[in-house]
């Protein structure tokens, strides 16, 4: 079943040529229709995977110049293809239309072309099973998502973001190359390894190099400057791909090395928490504080990363300290999370293009009014809040319940000193679960209830039904991972591990269709439509409404010790005694924890270097010719010394 | 039935060590002081009869007299003299920070507990836990010290201090009492200073009287008394 | 799911729909009792839910259909969790599931619903509810799910019949655990049903509402829906506290006697605790919403080291 896997691919490379090659007009819907047939068969296919329990069936195996290239698929891909497979199935509903809408024909062809080109090398990098396969589609996944990203490049600030991305990209492959290079010294071949003891330091230190080249693409702090910078920078197709599944991607990754390569120690498993932990609290609380729509999504998505890790971890922990139980619901938890998370953040991010797109802002505090000018992308943009706030019976409910209770299990089981640990992840997941809330009540209630506060978002128009029907699929997905979940888990062999959402989700129906019925038998059936309450001014304005930054300002004021606003101001004054005033400014802005004392020091040293190295490149032709003649004189030394 | 209502004062006695850290107003201060007073009576008193020592008993109404009713009599007197209502000026630590600081200690003096004290820990756990509160009531009380201003909230801090050591001395050693006449004598030591503090070291306790009219800290009404 | 469940599903819903509103008059009687007023007459809260649902509802013309469903999908949500919550007569088998953490985020869903029918009507008083609620809720979660792990830990179950049961069979053991985690709940209670001295229930002045601010704009019989769901919320958050701390008339084995002696030993718990309720709210001022997270930090503090307590027993 496992060599239908080489038309799929084939299928992504030439909906790809397509468009690079051809330049027609309008080809981008032959190729989105083909990358969408290409979606459809891969999700069908992984689906039936994933179903009958395939184990590790190869695909094909290519030699290059003795590089062995061995594409497999087990269950475990089998549930990401999945999750690419219905991701371009969305996708290629939605691009066509939106690419109408930017201006620049080349980019359109160009975007166009490079989307099913960079879903492929994604779809490479989970085929593959040997590790120097999985270094060149990870950075062929790197470069084509940097060019995307690239699209807008009139803009400064595309184009800073894309700088940053590709020296942060380029960072994370340095990392993952040390990591596949020890394990080449350690095993010998290019295979992917099967259980190295954690104990040993060289495979320990293959481990953490790996896992800081995955932390940097997963956007876990403090590596996570370049995402909010990134992923709002790209187009909107794009952006929902980057986030909904590279992520995804890396996180896979992380799953595959945990599970297979190693056998991981107990200190392992505490590092990730650490690191979970501290992206999850912190992802949210930048989230929270964020006015721009895309950069919120982006940030909640490094919150996600977080709450991912920190199943992660929990898993290590267990299963290193004998409790496999808990430890496996963790880890399903984990890998439900993750898939649940590309769908919905795909789901998001379509819907925020689409309203970024008519409305012409991405600013939140521009936006407003837009649910009853744009009913089905608010429709379904609140169907994505509802599930990234885990409220049953939605997709992102089950990852955080499984979490949840495997975090409870070993408040119940564990030895005192692991049970405080665990009281204490539990408060910070449940602090992050709040303030996930928080965010997104004001990501979709500023931007969509109330009244437009901009002439742009009034005049916003609802987008043309294919922009609406890619997101709709995915919506319709998260909504049934989420209500038959524990028949889907039962399913893949793991049964009795959640609580039944199927009955519940029929309780809420019945009930509220009850309650609706009830009330409208028995109370008063008049409606009458008038002005909000305004004490009496009679003059409706947008400017009534709450902000985005007022909307926050109460947490801002409770978690100052981490926000750190500062306050700058400037006077200028017309006379030395400084009393007639001319003009000032005055700004009020976080500190930027990270980039000031991580990020920049090393820039600044680095750059300090490299104006140190520089001089040696600063002469004329004479000092290049001093330098072969040292040369020519130490190599006679060396010839006549070591004689 | 009586080690679990100890166990209930032994933790009602560290929240009202965390009240200490953040409270604002003066009057609650010297009544959370109170309260733990009175919490350590009970322990005290609850002690004796589990281990059937009757020299606790004496503690405890010792404990009753002095912190109970005297010291916060006599604080309280010098609160009403002195118009001051409020302390809410801290240093380093916001009580949001100072709680969770001491959540650290109480976790930290466990573990380092039960490395040292494996006995203790085989032989009753109450005695386990009343030392580990007792250490970190102490802990807490210096932490009371270093974050608030004001002096008159440090030296409540203090006295909290002291409270925890008694608790510590209650539960661990063999010598209670004269534990207790130590403190007692250090606490007489404390309203001495508190007297210098307020009016010089050049003044005896009679003239203290005059010395904070002149200094127009006591309210003239009340003065004529 | 058998015959009986679904008679227990019907009886509890009925009992937290008849019940709920009487709690909430008696605790005003309390309160106006205590300030030397006569309060309302114990049949207000039925009345009063009465007489809104006999009004027109009016909505705003720019609010959306967050307006429309808002009510009905709120007390529909409550109500599933009320099945949750046995509040006499514990199943053997359950209706609904009745994991504790599926009662906990229902509750969010709840608030998240409310959150934005006050965002939906462009009026500053529904922003400043809808902000000040979302704060406080996201101090008080973690406090939350720490005391609900705790009693799941002590109890040794995640689901809330069971954790009933055993509360049932182990009476009366009274662990200081038990005790000292009622005081965490009982704080819970209050902020979660908005009192003294998180949010005043009484007033519609801004500076002083939270929960109130964002039903500023509903009428009718949506407000009765509102009224009703808050009123149940807390029916049920006070029915945990009873039922673990106090367990006396739980029925396992169902009869029309024991419903009955159950069904009244239930009342007067619940009138006691409301007793007390009101009296605590009496004997306080509202806090000032900024020095409100210290009081949940006290709360957080407590529930950490209950479990502390617990963990080195």
Known sequence: ?643 | MMPDVVRICLVLVLVSSAFLLSSRSLSNLVKNYQYQSVLLVLIATGLAVIEDRPLLFLIAALTLASKVFGLPAFIRMIQERMRIQQDIRFSYLHPTGALMVSIGIILLVYVCFARILHTLYAHNSLFFLGSVIGVSMVLMGLLAVCTRKMAITKVIGYLSMENGVLLFGLFVTELPFIIEFVIMVDLIILVLLTTLLTVGIDSSIEEYKVRLQKFHLWTEEEGAQ | MNEFSILYGFLNISLVLLVSPLFMTVIKKVKARVQERSGPQFLQGYYNLAKLFRKETLYSDYSSFISRIAPYASISILLVAALQVPLIWVPSQELVTGNIIVFLYLLVAGRFLLALLGLDSASTFGGMGSSREMSLSAIIEPVTVVVFAALAYVMGSLSIPEIFRNATLQFPAFSPTILLLSISFFILILVETGRIPVDNPETHLELTMVHEGMLLDTSGRNLALFELGHAVKQTLLMAFLLNVLLPVGMVLDVSVSALLIGGFLFLIKGLGLCLVIGLFESSLAKMRFFQIPNLFMIAFFLSILTIFVEVML
């Open chain 1, 1 to 643: 079943m496992s060599e239908l896997f080489i038309p799929i691919i084939l299928l992504y490379a030439l909906s790809g040529s397509v468009s690079l090659c051809i330049r027609k007009k309008r080809i981008w819907t032959v190729s989105s229709w083909t990358m969408g047939t290409a979606g459809l068969l891969l999700s069908l296919l992984s689906l039936y995977q994933v179903c009958t329990n395939a184990a590790g069936e190869i695909c094909g195996a290519w030699h290059f110049s003795s590089f062995p290239f061995v594409l497999a698929s087990d269950r475990l891909t089998a549930v990401f293809c999945f999750l690419i497979g219905t991701l371009s199935l969305a996708v290629s509903v939605y691009t066509p239309r939106y690419l109408e809408g930017m201006h620049g024909n080349r980019r359109k062809y160009f975007v166009s072309g490079c989307i099913p080109f960079f879903l492929l090398s994604m779809l490479l990098v989970l085929l593959a099973r040997t590790t120097i396969a999985f270094l060149a589609f990870w950075e062929l996944m790197a470069l084509i998502s940097f060019f995307l990203v690239l699209t807008e490049y009139e803009e400064e600030k595309t184009r800073y973001a894309a700088f940053f991305y590709l020296a942060m990209t380029q960072i994370s492959t340095v990392f993952v190359f040390a990591g596949v290079i020890l394990l080449h010294s350690l095993t010998g071949s290019y295979e992917y390894p099967s259980a190295l003891p954690g104990s040993d330091p060289l495979t320990a230190l293959s481990f953490l190099f790996l896992f800081i080249g995955l932390a940097i693409k997963s956007g876990v702090i403090p590596f996570h400057k370049w995402l909010p910078h990134a992923h709002p920078a790209a187009p909107s197709p794009v952006s929902a791909l980057m986030s909904g599944m590279m992520i995804s991607t890396a996180l896979y990754v992380m799953f595959r090395i945990l599970l297979r390569f190693y056998v991981p120690e107990l200190s392992w498993g505490f590092l990730i928490l650490a690191f979970g932990c501290l992206t999850a609290v912190l992802g949210v609380m930048y989230a929270l504080k964020e006015q721009d729509l895309k950069a919120l999504l982006a940030y909640s998505s490094i919150d996600n990363t977080g709450i991912i890790l920190i199943g992660t971890g929990l898993w290590v922990v267990f299963s290193a300290s004998g409790y496999p139980d808990i430890a496996l619901m963790a880890l399903v938890g984990a890998v439900f999370h993750t898939v649940s998370h590309g769908i919905f953040k795909g789901l998001l991010f379509l819907t925020a293009g689409s309203v970024v797109q008519a409305a012409k802002t991405r600013n939140i505090d521009e936006l407003g009014g837009l649910l009853v000018r744009m009913p089905w992308t608010g429709g379904l943009f609140f169907i994505g809040v509802l599930s990234i706030i885990s409220i049953p019976p939605f997709s992102g409910f089950v990852g955080e319940l499984l979490i949840l209770q495997a975090l409870i299990g070993g408040l119940m089981q564990m030895s005192p000193l692991m049970q405080i640990v665990m009281l204490f992840v539990i408060s910070l997941f449940s602090l992050t679960g709040a303030l996930t809330v928080m965010t997104f009540v004001k990501a979709f209630g500023l931007t969509f209830l109330a009244l437009p506060r901009t002439t742009g978002a009034e005049k916003a128009r609802e987008v043309s039904p294919a922009m609406y029907i890619g997101p709709a699929l995915l919506a319709g997905v998260s909504a049934v991972l989420g209500i038959f979940s524990s028949q889907i888990l039962g399913l893949l062999g793991y049964p009795g591990m959640m609580p039944d959402i199927l009955t519940l989700s029929l309780f809420l129906l019945i009930t509220a269709g009850l309650v609706y019925a009830a009330v409208y038998s028995f109370a008063s059936r008049n409606t009458r439509i008038t002005k909000t309450w305004d004490c009496g001014i009679h003059a409706p304005t947008s400017r009534m409404e709450y902000t985005g930054s007022g909307f926050t300002q109460p947490v801002v004021r409770f978690f100052s010790a981490i926000y750190r606003t500062r306050i700058v101001y400037s006077k200028e004054y017309m006379d030395p005694d400084q009393c007639l005033f001319r003009n000032g400014t005055a700004s009020i802005y976080l500190v930027r924890f990270f980039e000031e004392n991580f990020y920049l020091p090393l820039a600044r040293g680095i750059e300090r270097y490299a104006e140190v190295v520089s001089q040696l490149q600063k002469g004329g032709v004479d000092r290049y010719v001093l330098y072969v003649f040292a040369a020519v004189i130490a190599l006679i030394v060396i010839l006549g010394w070591s004689a």
